[in-house]
């Protein structure tokens, strides 16, 4: 497994608009930090079939698109003045969050992966920061590895709270408070539904689940990777 500085941004906002905004945001990105990290771009897929999950959540909007950057050294003054200079217009702020930790690779990344889940977790409210983790990564890993055989990807990041408040101050977004994001890649949408559909996931991996996330205060979405 590998561990790495990373930072993921979660745009609200209207799909058609925010799509250019990311867009424009990932090249400018890649432009700027090179070899220094590596970035990708998320655009909510219109079909996306987590939508529905979408309503009631506390009243907070879905997100519509996202960058993930993932550092080869620790978070830079410099990466941080890049990042607020490519928030667009588009970007609802107040409803955006930022992620800010370490990524945890549990699984490399399969170069022909076309989607991604991606979770954005509030942890229970009984729950420290620490024990959350600590669950997520060394109990339920390996539960989903064992459960999804063939995935093509799947990462955990891991927010350090301090650094990102900090960053979420700076952007002028309204949620700091996730406790991470996992995401799974998938290589299309009929290789998502016939894995998700499996008896095992809702029995076991999503049992699990609830011993450690808030699910009514997270936030899932399909996305394609751009």
Aim: net charge negative; aromatic share 4%.
């Amino acid at each position: 497994m590998t561990v790495a500085p990373a930072v993921s941004l979660l745009f609200a906002g209207e799909p058609a608009r925010l799509a250019d905004t990311a867009m424009a945001a990932g090249h400018a990105l890649r432009a700027e930090l090179g070899a220094a990290a590596s970035v990708h771009v998320l655009l909510r897929l219109a079909e996306d079939p987590t939508r529905a999950q979408d309503d009631g959540r506390a009243g907070e909007a879905g997100f519509e698109a996202g960058i993930t950057i993932t550092c080869r050294d620790a978070l830079s003054e410099d990466l941080t003045t890049a990042l607020a200079a490519v928030v667009g217009e588009h970007v609802r702020r107040a409803d955006s969050a930022v992620i800010v930790g370490q990524a945890h690779q549990v699984l490399a990344e399969d170069p022909d992966t076309a989607l991604l889940l991606l979770l954005a977790l509030r942890r229970l409210p009984h729950l420290t920061h620490e024990q959350a983790v600590e669950h997520w990564l060394h109990k339920h890993a390996p539960l989903a590895l064992e459960l999804m055989p063939g995935l093509r990807g799947y990462r955990q990041l891991h927010a350090d709270i301090g650094a990102t408040t900090a960053l979420c101050q700076r952007l002028d977004f309204g949620h700091d408070d996730f406790d991470g994001t996992a995401s799974i890649g998938f290589l299309d949408l009929a290789e998502f539904a016939a894995v998700m559909s499996r008896p095992e996931i809702a029995e076991t991996a999503l049992e699990d689940e609830k011993r450690f996330v808030d699910h009514s205060r997270s936030r899932l979405g399909l996305y394609r990777l751009a």
